[in-house]
């Protein structure tokens, strides 16, 4: 049983309480087909990712290695150690940091979208990006790693947190409660955390300055193991909690006396999604920079898909995401090679096309 203001499992609110967009555009048979499509796309994606770059590695030499790094003498090297370091080491990493990270953002997107009943509701469009690029820059310029290897991601969820607050608080004092002025208090408190960002960079070493002004516009090349640890944790815990109270998402996606009636907190529980919400946006700024508009693409693109159904969006968003960001990384390191192109550049402009054509499109369906 679940008590009365604490948001439960699906079996707690039913999925009727979807949103009244399709809530189930394909059928069951055919909905297996494109999840066994999206998962091959990831692996296809991922192989690329190692396979592509300034120095080329042929398919079979990238799984070769990966096979004899799973199980040792399950295939006979025919490949240079430097070929082995490439597909191990760097690419490999590196591809798979683009695919937690892009799914990470793309299932922060698809949760704000229904907690806010925003369609333009995304991480960086918010805030909460700037947040944590804020907590990262003050933990990587000024205060030193304390805590290690977690000094980063912690500052940055703290910051990421922060700035939250800060939307619903500004939100709240200007009575901008409607979706539209929402995503205005958010852009405002964006421009507000990076100005105060930017001058702790002014401040900071101007050495390690340049390092930083290129890690905001989003980067993978620092890739490494170690580093996946973090994101794949956090990205995990969060994805099991949301599945869970997926029927609460729908509920809230139609609006808040809906879900009211059906025994949710309202605000206790928006408040918990916003700090979820937070904490992933803050690991994953924390270890890619800041890298926009991917949590506001993707969750559009897959209800077209899958329907409104928080139970199967979120996940097929986070799928969609990992390969959207694994080619868009792939693109970063190919336009101008050999120099890699930070991936926030290339994610901003497909982002803001496709902001303006859902603008246009909001506006014809009026």
Do not use: Y
């Amino acid at each position: 049983m679940t008590m009365r203001g604490t948001p439960g499992p699906d079996t707690a609110v039913p999925l009727l309480a979807a949103p009244p967009a399709r809530l189930s555009v394909l059928a069951r048979p055919v909905r297996a087909g494109v999840w066994c499509f999206g998962l091959a796309m990831l692996v296809v994606s991922l192989s690329a990712a190692v396979s592509i770059g300034a120095v080329p590695v042929p398919l079979a030499t990238v799984w070769g290695v990966i096979l004899d790094r799973l199980v040792p003498g399950i295939v006979t090297p025919d490949w240079t150690a430097g070929r082995a370091a490439i597909v191990w080491d760097i690419r490999l990493p590196r591809a798979l940091l683009a695919a937690l990270v892009g799914a990470g953002l793309a299932l922060v997107g698809a949760v704000l979208q229904a907690v806010t009943r925003n369609p333009l509701a995304d991480p960086h469009l918010l805030g909460i990006s700037s947040g944590a690029a804020f907590g990262a820059i003050l933990a990587l310029l000024h205060t030193g790693m304390f805590l290690g290897g977690a000094t980063v991601p912690l500052l940055a969820f703290l910051g990421a947190l922060a700035a939250t607050l800060l939307v619903l608080a500004v939100a709240s004092f200007a009575q901008a409660t409607s979706a539209d002025r929402l995503v205005l208090t958010g852009v405002a408190v964006s421009f507000i955390v990076m100005a105060l960002a930017n001058v702790l960079i002014f401040l900071g070493d101007p050495r390690a300055a340049h390092t930083v002004v290129f890690w905001m516009l989003g980067g993978l090349g620092l890739a490494q193991w170690a580093h996946l640890v973090w994101p794949f944790l956090v990205l995990t815990g969060a994805a099991l909690w949301f599945r869970m109270v997926a029927g609460s998402l729908n509920a809230m996606n139609i609006g808040d006396e809906t879900a009211t009636t059906l025994g949710i907190a309202v605000a206790r529980f928006r408040l918990a999604a916003f700090v979820v919400a937070a904490l992933v946006t803050g690991v994953m700024v924390a270890f890619s920079g800041v890298i926009g508009f991917v949590g506001l693409m993707i969750p559009h693109i897959m209800r077209l898909v899958v329907g409104g159904d928080n139970a199967r969006l979120l996940p097929a968003s986070m799928l969609a995401g990992a390969i959207f960001l694994i080619w868009a990384d792939i693109a970063a390191r190919t336009i101008m090679r050999p120099e890699d192109m930070p991936i926030g550049i290339v994610t901003g402009l497909v982002g803001g096309l496709f902001f303006v054509w859902l603008l246009r499109r909001k506006g014809a369906q009026r």
